[in-house]
């Protein structure tokens, strides 16, 4: 089928040990997920969550990160936001080793996290606190973002009164506000109802083509990932590893009932079922 390529274990056929050492290699925009590993040591034999993950995402890029149970999806999140150290290789944001968080790079999570004493456009604008933007400046940037994400009526609202698709664009309106290079989302809508899902993916698309921002998406959602990605990086577990990575050439906007978009679906299910 076009638009298929394996991953790492064939990575000098594919390009994609290639695309990893660009971006890492020259400075170029983008991650570059370069060679990690994960092992936890535990109390007893130690586990090895991750090993040799390789893949990048190009500026500009809508990639998604699909992969059967106990992949290591979330560690692998986790080591690309900071919030982890990887035990081998390393994450490069613009050819810079990701170390720690960094405002460089916007976190959505499943859970929204907003501050629940605080208005809309105060938990949008809360990572510009520590700014040097000036206070015109970030309320600007506020007014901005709640106009991107169709929420400049509720500004003065708090997150009790909102629905949990309007909490999701608050969350994602606060990521995009301190202009940060990547925007790394973890199963962002898996806790709204299929029809607000199914909105909530329009929305980030037009975000995403107004703002030109480089996504990385966490999803279980195989469907979801055909319906937002250019390409589809699918994991194997035991350890978690990239199986292949699934070109999505689909003309936007994606239907569901499109064969093509059917023939991707089946690919991606087939590579999470196969076993390793």
């Keep these: 089928m076009a638009g298929v390529s394996n991953g790492a274990d064939e990575a000098d ?121 000036t206070d015109a400046e970030r309320e600007r940037r506020v007014d901005e973002m709640l106009e991107l994400v169709g929420l400049s009526e509720f500004r003065d609202s708090y997150p009790k009164s909102l629905s949990g698709g309007m909490k999701q664009r608050v969350a994602i309106a606060r990521a995009l506000a301190v202009d940060p290079e990547l925007l790394l989302m973890d199963e962002p809508f898996g806790a709204v109802d299929a029809q607000t899902r199914e909105m909530l993916q329009r929305e980030l698309l037009d975000v995403w083509q107004s703002t030109g921002k480089t996504v990385l998406f966490v999803t279980h959602d195989v469907a979801e990932a055909v319906t937002l990605a250019d390409r589809i990086v699918v994991m194997a577990a035991e350890p978690g590893r990239v199986a292949e990575v699934v070109d999505v050439d689909v003309d936007r906007p994606r239907e569901r009932g499109d064969p093509a978009f059917g023939e991707h679906v089946a690919r991606v299910r087939e590579l999470i079922g196969a076993r390793p």
């Excluded at 999806?73 to 936001?81: M, P, S, Y």
């Design 13 to 133: 056929d594919t390009g994609v040990t290639d695309e990893v050492d660009e971006i890492a290699g020259d400075g170029e925009a983008g991650v570059a997920v370069d060679r990690v590993g994960k092992t936890y040591e535990g109390d007893g034999t130690p586990v090895r969550a991750l090993d040799d993950v390789s893949f990048a995402v190009e500026e500009g890029e809508f990639v998604c990160l699909v992969g059967p149970s106990g992949c290591g999806k979330t560690t692998l999140f986790r080591v690309i936001a900071g919030l982890t150290d990887a035990t081998d290789g390393q994450v490069l944001l613009g050819g810079t080793p990701v170390i720690g968080p960094t405002t460089d790079m916007g976190v959505v999570f499943q859970e929204y996290h907003l501050f629940p004493w605080l208005t809309v456009a105060e938990n949008v604008g809360f990572g510009l606190e520590r700014s040097d933007r």
